[in-house]
């Protein structure tokens, strides 16, 4: 059954630093999100994707983070200048695109640490 | 604002005996629901959806209910397993004004005892 990749599973980072979380949704879905859970607490929205540009995005999506699909397969999460608070899952999602019936599919997560 | 929340924190049920999940949303705008399964350290998994246009939906040992009047979902797994055990979670989609945005409820634990 297709599925959503997600790397690294783990990633521990100093504050301030650069991370890149990556993402390879599911061939043939149009529309590419990312979700993000903090520990204990419900999983919430960050930015959905679509046609190479972003369609959605909450209000924790500030400047700080961005979101690329490089090429054909990957989808990218980068945060620029991480703070504790970003510690948290990270998980990407894809769906077909169909908005009347849309489900999405999720990865299983990158658990981020920022120290 | 909106909101989508769960009645109960955990549920305790017994191997073979039926669960019922419940979960409440506060925007009647809403037009989609999934109900969604985490087991520890992973993604949270699709269980079964279901559209404001119905009242009810089967898949294979689960069944979801929609009661749009008292703004109520719930989710029945029959003949619970070991398996079962995980954090289940609802999801609405439209109440944010957004089309494609899936806003969660706070999850349910749900144990299975031998």
């Known amino acids: 059954e297709p599925e959503v990749t997600q790397t690294p599973s783990h990633q521990v980072t100093q504050m301030g630093q650069e991370v890149i979380l990556r993402c390879v949704p599911i061939s043939n879905h149009l529309y590419f999100y990312w979700y993000r859970q903090i520990l204990g607490q419900k999983v919430e929205f960050l930015v959905s994707?679509?046609?190479?540009?972003?369609?959605?995005k909450s209000e924790i999506f500030d400047d700080q983070f961005s979101v690329e699909r490089p090429d054909g397969s990957n989808f990218t999460l980068k945060i620029r200048s991480t703070k504790l608070e970003d510690s948290a899952m990270y998980f990407c999602a894809s769906s077909d695109g169909v908005i009347t019936n849309e489900k999405l599919f999720f990865g299983s997560g990158t658990q981020l640490s920022v120290l | 604002g909106e909101s989508v929340g769960l009645h109960l924190p955990t549920l305790s049920v017994q191997e073979g005996d039926n669960s019922i999940i419940n979960c409440a949303y506060s925007n009647s705008a809403s037009d989609y629901f999934i109900w969604y399964k985490q087991e520890s350290g992973k993604g949270p998994q699709f269980i079964i959806d279901?559209?404001?246009?119905?009242d009810k939906r089967q898949g294979q040992r689960v069944t979801v209910l929609l009661n749009k009047t008292v703004k109520h979902l719930s989710l029945q797994i029959a003949a619970t397993q070991p398996g079962d055990s995980a954090v289940y979670f609802c999801a609405e989609k439209g109440s944010s004004g957004s089309a494609r945005q899936l806003t969660f409820g706070s999850g349910t634990q749900l144990t299975v005892l031998p």
């Open positions: 994707f679509y046609n190479n540009e972003i369609s959605e």
């Open positions: 279901i559209r404001s246009n119905m």
